[in-house]
């Protein structure tokens, strides 16, 4: 649900107001197979959620994005062949309407504004709870901006 939303019973019914088509469209960038796979499992569970397809290669997100138009990007901070951050400012540019968030390992606050720099809307860590991805995932989706909490 989106932040300003916690209340609603249901994201679906706010998602369709604000005009995002259901379910949710998901692109996943990381360079791990496995840890894609985790993220599918996780969020297809998930019926207003829906994962268009994967990569794990940054030159590839930005050509799938450009294909698939999805809602939101999930990029790993450390891609090969471009970096997750150089993703996020491509995409932002490009696809506009795909709104970004950025999973990464790195907790010192300059890495979340460097992401944002870039135009990520959203930046989760890699050890924050699995139960709330999928809310992450929708408030990035409704253009609530989200941060982790991160130690300065």
Do not use: W
Not at 4 to 24: D, F, I, M, N, T
Not at 30 to 54: F, M
Not at 116 to 131: E, I, M, P
């Amino acid at each position: 649900m989106c932040s300003a939303q916690r209340c609603c019973a249901s994201v679906a019914p706010y998602v369709k107001e604000k005009g995002l088509p259901l379910p949710v469209t998901i692109l996943l960038a990381h360079r791990y197979p496995l840890v894609r796979e985790g993220l599918k499992t996780v969020l297809g569970s998930h019926k207003d959620l829906r994962v268009l397809g994967e990569t794990g290669n940054g030159l590839d997100a930005i050509t799938l994005v450009e294909r698939l138009r999805p809602d939101v990007l999930i990029v790993d901070v450390r891609m090969p062949g471009l970096s997750g951050l150089e993703v996020t400012r491509q995409v932002c540019q490009r696809v506009p309407r795909t709104r970004v968030m950025v999973l990464s390992t790195y907790t010192h606050v300059a890495y979340v504004l460097e992401a944002r720099r870039h135009g990520a809307t959203g930046y989760v860590l890699k050890d924050d709870d699995v139960s709330e991805l999928a809310d992450r995932v929708r408030d990035v989706a409704c253009r609530a901006s989200y941060a982790q909490h991160v130690p300065g």
